[in-house]
């Protein structure tokens, strides 16, 4: 599991991605139970509140930059591609 700095403004917060760079499957169940709603889910990604960020990281995610993130999922085969994401 890898969670990015949050930095995205949006609804008054800063949010930042949790991925998994080895499965979906292993993604959903990580969130789920670090109780992150379903409704956060990006096709390939979560988005998550800047205040998360410790927790997921004590949860065992490995807190990494946003341009490491990008290319750890790419490299994994699961990112979605911004011109499928429509």
């Avoid at 969130?31 to 992150?36: E, F, L, V, W």
Wanted: glycine share 10%; no cysteine.
């Amino acid at each position: 599991m890898l969670v990015d700095p949050a930095m995205w403004p949006r609804h008054g917060r800063l949010w930042g991605h949790l991925v998994s760079d080895s499965s979906l499957a292993e993604l959903h169940a990580f969130a789920a139970s670090a109780g992150i709603p379903e409704r956060g889910f990006d096709r390939d990604h979560y988005d998550v509140p800047d205040e998360m960020h410790a927790r997921l990281v004590a949860l065992g995610a490995e807190p990494v930059s946003a341009g490491e993130l990008i290319r750890r999922l790419r490299a994994s085969g699961l990112r979605v591609p911004a011109r499928d994401r429509g």
